[in-house]
């Protein structure tokens, strides 16, 4: 590992310490400005000592400094208040802690109503509510500091009891008059005055005094910010690490030393733009960049919700559209309309749709992949069905809307504008193709392509089979009839006619007296396995049945499509829950968008219907609002994304929350100008990567000592920030550089089954007669297909995935976690996928160079970190495979725990060349080189 990947890492550590100790207990004050008020009462460990070792001045110095760089830290968060007033700093912790027992029900608990100062004068069951400059006279302070509010929820902080008791000693002060009117809900103007409800600007691109380092307009938006810091970016990445990390960030993909020795013979910027250009274009974009869509789409292969989690056969086709669009470059506002609505853009839904029209259908997929257990026998159908609305909208809002919406299923947002009554609003948007009352479970939606033709041909062919079954159930029952009137004649004459009434009468309608017959000549029961009685003619008879299924062989396929569907133009009413049960509905509700969208003049109302229309067109004109240049969070959350893959942070660090408990942006400006930019030039996303890549800020190097020092976080992009290969990479890499990969694309997923070790890996699972599993079957090449395309079982995620922090998608996932871990480097120590991949890329670097070793180390340093090794790197190398080499004898070579599986069947016996080869690929595998990207 080199010095600076080093340096990096233990910065990583320790700021990521540093955040989770700190950030939970600075999020909320900071939010609300009140930071010194909360600092005295800390016991963080770093502030006591400098009060222990240098008294009351250092302390307060340290306070002071810790108030202005956690400031520096979050731009655009308010300075600390010089006094508390109700709706900027009172309300908020009210609506969190108090308004669902005394603000949102029709009669407020106890007679005390918070939404309002004026409201808190009355004298509530208990007493004086609030006596405005007397704390000790105001029964809500007591019952604050007592803990006895509120009452069985959380407490609050001692800081947030010490905000109200200030705020009521200086007299309740508000910002401004309140109205004689209390409505049920009510967007206050510090909620209208939040960035993210804000209309998307257009900043002009600040001027900046070195113009030669600024590439893109990306680039004056960072220096401006790094200026007034007194940083600057960092040195440009070396050649050899910027094709590395874009190839890696385009495609998913290490480059071929090939394609580094073409791009290092011109490192001009025409030449980066054309290696730029060429990774768009590759097939491998697509997959790479899909895979990020499907994560917040929260695509599975699987049903989820239940133990069963039964598979779903025709998912993929969802898959592969995402797949297809990433590579078109399919506008994004397109991208979007079709997910939610590609149904209502249909004039209708046949078999015979193609091309576009199948696409579009197919795209409708978004909408069903959060959990469904629902055809699996839930023990709660009905909640199960409500439950599936619930994550779908929690995948449609965190993915476009980057909001908690679901957080208003059961009661008003705590945090962020959004009443509960909008949250039924938005779900009646979706009804029509979620009616819950006439549900469908996910194998009676799906929807079958097969032309009229070949159904006519696999109705006769159907027809043929049939002859078949009737001729063999047939044969059947005459041999069994054969044989129970042979039996027959066992039985006393005079109860033959009793026994054979009772045999014939269905079992369900049997009297005590036939089943106590039938019991005391069980030779006449149901169960009379034909085969035990008669082989020879159980032998007929399954011969004939062959003959049937032969027959149904030929039938044409009968591809199917997992979408959603309007089966008609009925309305279907929409009703708020009560606290989110559906056994409490409460009043009737119309659809409609967020109503805090529509600050900057966005339509939030939506029609029930539209006449004329073969659906409702609901889920159409909610695209049509959601891509509307006066949205302002559509725009702003995708570029974000984007921003967060290619640099491992977001300008929004919470890509899926953009509300008051999510991040502020680190320059709000620059998102801004992201988010317009993109909508004005077509919303297409390969101009935004060209924008992105191409900028010096993508381009500078990891390693900026005073950025590091003064911003430990990289907050202000003063260096590139180091990046772990995340799941699918880690593997497709493994089988690129060892030649393994197979790059077939699109179609059913690969499948995954159950080894030895109880690790869930790829390949087809083997049982035994009692359908256990047995084993795992190896699939061919197919097993070495991109992870992309390995099944997503929501029970049984691929232990080499998510030993990387592959995605758990429950309903989606918002933001992948980064972790680091022992099993990472005990998967790189022992796992069998490892260690047969560290043997194929041995065997590949002595099939290319065979007898020279310095070539074959030279090779692998070209293939895994796109770079030659320097001099003492193969001194060491060929020193450590010669010790290795002189340790081993051909027959220990092939002990059990080895890697053999790369080996087919009669290949010659692994020699010690190899296995000593293949150990020191292991060991480059399993580095920090090979997983970091710099």
């Known amino acids: 590992m080199t010095s600076e990947v080093g340096t990096d890492l233990r910065a990583v550590r320790r700021c990521s310490s540093f955040a989770r100790q700190f950030n939970p207990c600075l999020r909320w004050p900071r939010d609300h400005g009140w930071i010194p008020i909360m600092i005295p009462a800390l016991s963080w460990s770093p502030v006591r000592r400098l009060g222990e070792g240098l008294g009351l001045l250092g302390l307060l110095v340290g306070i002071s400094l810790l108030a202005i760089s956690a400031a520096a830290a979050t731009p655009g968060h308010p300075k600390p208040p010089e006094r508390p007033l109700f709706e900027r700093d009172i309300r908020p912790i009210f609506k969190a802690h108090c308004f669902q027992c005394h603000g949102e029900e029709e009669k407020p608990k106890g007679g005390v109503d918070l939404r309002q100062r004026r409201l808190l004068l009355n004298r509530s069951e208990s007493g004086q509510v609030m006596v405005p400059g007397k704390p000790t006279q105001s029964h809500l302070l007591s019952v604050l500091k007592s803990g006895e509010m509120p009452k069985g929820g959380k407490p609050l902080l001692p800081e947030q009891v010490m905000l109200i008791e200030r705020w009521i000693a200086q007299g309740a002060p508000t910002l401004r008059p309140e109205p004689l009117e209390v409505p049920r809900w009510v967007i206050t103007e510090e909620e209208r005055g939040f960035w993210a409800f804000k209309p998307v600007g257009h900043p002009e691109p600040p001027q900046v005094r070195s113009p030669k380092t600024v590439r893109t307009p990306i680039d004056a938006f960072l220096l401006a910010r790094l200026k007034k810091e007194g940083l600057g970016l960092a040195k440009p990445a070396r050649p050899e ?105 249909l004039p209708t839904i046949s078999a015979d749709l193609t091309g576009r029209d199948l696409d579009r259908l197919v795209a409708t997929g978004f909408l069903r992949m959060a959990p469904d257990p629902t055809g699996d026998g839930p023990p709660e159908p009905e909640l199960a069905r409500n439950q599936v609305i619930a994550d779908t909208l929690q995948i449609v809002s965190s993915s476009l809307l980057g909001l908690t919406v679901q957080c208003a299923q059961c009661h008003d947002h705590r945090y962020d504008p959004i009443p509960q009554v909008d949250y039924y609003r938005l779900r009646a948007v979706f009804e029509p193709g979620f009616d819950w009352k006439h549900w469908k479970n996910p194998a009676q939606r799906l929807i079958s392509l097969m032309s009229s033709s070949d159904r006519s041909i696999a109705n006769c062919v159907e027809q043929a089979a049939k002859v078949h079954d009737t001729e063999a159930t047939r044969l059947h029952d005459e041999l069994i009839e054969k044989f129970v009137q042979k039996q027959l004649l066992l039985v006393p004459e005079a109860r033959r006619d009793a026994v054979m009434s009772a045999r014939r009468t269905p079992a369900a309608k049997r009297s005590p007296e036939q089943l106590q017959l039938l019991r005391e000549f069980p030779m006449f029961q149901d169960h009379i396995i034909l085969g ?16 049937a299924t032969a027959d149904r062989a030929l039938k044409p396929s009968d591809p199917m499509v997992q979408a959603l569907v309007e089966t008609s133009a009925e309305s279907v009413t929409t009703v708020r829950f009560h606290r989110g049960d559906p056994q409490q509905p409460r009043e009737v509700l119309k659809p409609g968008l967020l109503s805090v969208m529509g600050l900057g003049g966005l339509d939030t109302e939506i029609p029930e219907s539209i006449p004329g229309r073969r659906t409702s067109g609901r889920r159409l004109e909610l695209a049509r609002r959601l891509t509307d240049r006066n949205n302002p969070l559509t725009a702003r959350v995708w570029v974000n994304r984007l921003w967060y893959q290619h640099f491992g942070m977001g300008l929004v660090a919470t890509p899926g929350d953009f509300g008051v408990l999510g991040e502020r942006p680190s320059h709000p400006e620059l998102l801004d100008w992201l988010a317009a930019d993109f909508m004005d030039h077509g919303w297409k996303n390969k101009r935004l990567h060209r924008l992105i890549v191409t900028s010096d800020a993508y381009r500078q190097s990891s390693v900026n000592s005073a950025a590091q020092r003064k911003d430990p976080d990289n907050r202000l992009l003063g260096r590139f920030r180091l990046r772990r290969l995340d799941a699918e990479s880690v593997r497709d890499s493994l089988l690129a550089v060892s030649g393994r990969l197979d790059t077939s694309r699109f179609g059913p997923p690969v499948p995954i089954a159950v080894n030895a070790q109880g690790q869930f890996v790829v390949g087809r699972q083997k049982r035994d007669g009692n359908g256990d599993a047995v084993g795992v079957e190896v699939g061919g090449t197919a097993d070495f297909r991109r992870s992309l395309y390995v099944m997503v079982r929501r029970t049984m995620p691929v232990g080499v995935l998510e030993t990387f922090d592959a995605p758990v998608v429950n309903p989606n996932c918002e933001a992948r976690p980064v972790s680091t871990a022992a099993p990472q480097s005990l998967m790189f120590l022992n796992d069998g996928f490892v260690l047969d991949r560290s043997l194929d890329l041995a065997q590949r670097l002595r099939r290319e160079y065979p007898g020279d070793e310095p070539a074959q180390i030279d090779r692998l340093w070209h293939l895994l970190f796109a770079q030659p090794p320097k001099s003492a790197d193969v001194v060491r190398s060929l020193r450590f495979i010669k010790e290795l080499r002189s340790s081993l004898t051909p027959s220990e070579s092939k002990v059990p725990g080895k890697p053999v599986a790369a080996s087919p069947p009669g290949a010659p016996e692994i020699l010690p060349e190899e296995r000593s080869l293949a150990a020191l690929c292991q060991v480059l595998l399993g580095s920090n080189r090979f997983l970091y990207l710099d």
């Open 241 to 345: 690490q910027l094709i590395r990390r874009v190839t890696f960030d385009l495609t998913g993909l290490p480059p071929t030393p090939e394609e580094v020795a073409t791009f290092l013979k011109d490192t001009s910027d025409a030449g980066y733009e054309r290696l730029v250009d060429r990774l768009l274009e590759s097939p491998a974009y697509g997959e790479r960049w899909g895979r990020h869509w499907l994560d917040v789409a929260g695509y599975a292969d699987s049903n989820g919700g239940v133990e069963a989690d039964s598979e779903r056969p025709w998912a993929w086709r969802y898959r592969d559209y995402v797949i297809r669009s990433f590579n078109e470059d399919r506008p994004f506002d397109e991208f979007i309309t079709e997910q939610l609505a590609g149904d209502e853009l």
């Open 532 to 547: 035990e009685i008669d082989r020879e003619g159980a032998n007929k008879v399954e011969e004939i049945r062959k003959r």
